[in-house]
């Protein structure tokens, strides 16, 4: 239950249109929803201002469809992450109210597009094979409520396919560099931008770069100032901070 809905559910016991045992009610499933195999914590909203995210891989479909019905009774833009065109399925048999972005592998339920898209993210990827984890991000921030420019296949193999895209980059809020094999991508961003850069190290490469774990140490040893990194292949992640410092460098902003 967001704030929104509290606010609601408080004015119709006011008015006199909810008894307070409704009211009550209602109220008892505020900190979680106990569905035997989840928690579902419809007080993350109250907390961030985003309802809680549903993590797919690991879980079967009817898990999902459970958590998903749970939240889907207080929340829109539901998201769904690490989900395949089988969940999606689920998902869509349980709530018709639903779209899929196949790249991202991202399910949003109820997808209810943002009054005014705040800010700028750019995300930029070091090569088309990281487009996956690229769209993760960009879909999540998308859904958040930013404003996002995506900037694809532009690695330090080719400089200048990065930098003909300069004005993006220094007029972004915070960006989000996506790459794997050697993880380059990150310093060089945070040598050209003056905003937070988050890095993404992704599992693409060959056999010395051990599934990203060369690409993640390249850009926490990165010699660019202001480069921060979440995990390998955590897009989601990346998306998600990138929407925080957005959305409080947008709220600071004078109109």
């Given at each position: 239950m967001d704030?929104?809905h509290?606010?609601s559910?408080?004015?119709?016991?006011?008015?006199g249109?909810l008894?307070?045992e409704s009211?009550?009610?209602?109220l008892?499933?505020l900190?979680?929803e106990a569905?035997?195999?989840?928690?579902?914590?419809?007080h993350r909203a109250?907390?961030?201002?985003?309802?809680?995210?549903?993590?797919c891989?690991g879980k079967?479909i009817?898990?999902?469809?459970g958590?998903?019905?749970?939240?889907?009774a207080?929340?829109?833009?539901?998201l769904?992450?690490?989900?395949?065109?089988?969940?999606y399925?689920?998902v869509k048999?349980?709530?018709?109210?639903?779209?899929?972005h196949?790249?991202?592998r991202?399910?949003?339920?109820?997808?209810?597009?943002?009054?005014?898209?705040?800010?700028?993210i750019?995300?930029?990827s070091g090569?088309?094979?990281?487009?996956?984890v690229a769209?993760?991000?960009?879909?999540t921030?998308?859904v958040?409520?930013?404003r996002?420019?995506?900037?694809?296949?532009?690695?330090?193999?080719?400089?200048?396919?990065?930098l003909?895209?300069?004005?993006?980059?220094?007029n972004?809020?915070?960006?989000?560099?996506?790459?794997?094999?050697?993880?380059?991508l990150?310093?060089v961003?945070?040598?050209?931008?003056?905003?937070?850069?988050?890095?993404?190290?992704?599992?693409?490469?060959?056999?010395a770069?051990?599934?990203g774990?060369?690409?993640?140490?390249a850009?926490?040893?990165?010699c660019?100032?202001?480069v921060?990194?979440?995990n390998?292949d955590n897009?989601?992640?990346?998306?998600?901070?990138a929407?925080l410092?957005?959305r409080?460098?947008?709220d600071?902003s004078?109109?």
């Amino acid at each position: 239950m967001d704030q929104i809905h509290l606010k609601s559910l408080l004015e119709k016991v006011q008015s006199g249109d909810l008894d307070i045992e409704s009211a009550v009610f209602a109220l008892k499933k505020l900190p979680f929803e106990a569905l035997g195999y989840a928690r579902v914590d419809h007080h993350r909203a109250l907390r961030t201002g985003i309802p809680e995210v549903i993590f797919c891989q690991g879980k079967t479909i009817l898990q999902i469809q459970g958590i998903v019905t749970a939240i889907a009774a207080h929340h829109d833009n539901i998201l769904a992450t690490r989900a395949s065109h089988e969940v999606y399925e689920g998902v869509k048999s349980a709530i018709p109210d639903c779209e899929y972005h196949e790249a991202a592998r991202i399910v949003v339920v109820k997808p209810r597009p943002p009054v005014e898209r705040k800010g700028g993210i750019v995300v930029v990827s070091g090569g088309t094979s990281d487009l996956p984890v690229a769209e993760e991000a960009a879909v999540t921030a998308e859904v958040l409520g930013n404003r996002v420019t995506r900037i694809y296949d532009a690695g330090v193999a080719g400089l200048h396919r990065l930098l003909v895209n300069c004005d993006d980059l220094f007029n972004a809020n915070v960006i989000v560099a996506v790459a794997g094999m050697e993880g380059a991508l990150a310093s060089v961003v945070g040598g050209l931008a003056s905003c937070p850069v988050i890095g993404v190290p992704t599992s693409v490469g060959y056999g010395a770069s051990f599934g990203g774990i060369a690409a993640l140490l390249a850009m926490l040893n990165s010699c660019a100032s202001g480069v921060s990194v979440v995990n390998i292949d955590n897009g989601f992640g990346a998306g998600f901070q990138a929407s925080l410092i957005n959305r409080r460098i947008s709220d600071l902003s004078p109109s």
